[in-house]
């Protein structure tokens, strides 16, 4: 089956910091998610990216769509401490099914 | 803001024992997910909902779990006979016609003992 590989697997950094995150896949994918994910809570969307090359920020992050549709990365620009949390990338393929298929994710600690 | 809603959040139950884990997705959503995340590990898919019928299951989908809408608003997983196994966080999704992410609820954290 598909696989994703997200990294890195963790990171740390100082308040202020500009962060960045990729996915690369096996095969290529229609639709790239990243969400990020609290501790005890559900995942929540950040960005959505459904064309190849497509370049989308959502206030200081930034996600692109890569031009191979196999990869993808989020960068997070001047990093604050509620930054901290979990941040994943799943990829989606067309039909009816929908399903994601999930990178590892990535672990960001902010140092105020 | 619309959300997905999950209940209960934490269910306790014996190996062995049926359980059943609740979800109202958002109103206007057609496509219903169900998805689980063992503790520290990364977020897999179960099954896939649409038309009153599953479009996909994964592998762990076996014969002891089964979803149901039993109406207009509500999405159920059961687990027939938990195991230990089945600890993990379960999590209900939600996408609509239009857009094809999806909304995720808080999950419930099912334990088994």
């Known amino acids: 089956g598909q696989q994703l590989n997200q990294s890195p697997q963790s990171m740390f950094i100082q308040e202020g910091e500009d962060v960045s995150m990729n996915c690369t896949s096996s095969s290529i994918f229609n639709t790239w998610l990243w969400y990020k994910q609290d501790p005890g809570e559900g995942p929540v969307l950040l960005i959505a990216l459904y064309k190849a090359g497509e370049l989308t920020s959502n206030g200081r992050l930034t996600a692109q769509f890569g031009i191979t549709r196999k990869d993808s990365f989020l960068n997070i620009s001047a990093s604050i401490p509620s930054d901290v949390g979990i941040y994943f990338c799943a990829g989606q393929n067309a039909g009816n099914n929908r399903k994601l298929i999930w990178g590892l994710g990535t672990s960001l600690a902010v140092n105020p | 803001e619309p959300e997905v809603t999950q209940t209960p959040s934490h269910q306790v139950t014996q190996m062995g024992q049926e359980v059943i884990l609740r979800c109202v997705p958002i109103?206007?959503?057609?496509?219903f997910y169900w998805y689980r995340q063992i503790l520290g590990q990364k977020v897999e898919f179960l099954v896939s909902f649409y038309n009153n019928e599953i479009s996909e299951k994964s592998e762990i989908f076996d014969d002891q779990f089964s979803v149901e809408r039993p109406d207009g608003s509500n999405f159920t997983l059961k687990i027939r006979s938990t195991k230990l196994e089945d600890s993990a966080m379960y999590f209900c999704?939600?996408?609509?016609?239009?857009?094809?992410?999806?909304?995720f609820g808080q999950g419930t954290r099912l334990t088994v003992v």
């Open positions: 109103s206007n959503h057609l496509y």
């Open positions: 999704a939600s996408s609509s016609t239009r857009n094809t992410e999806a909304f």
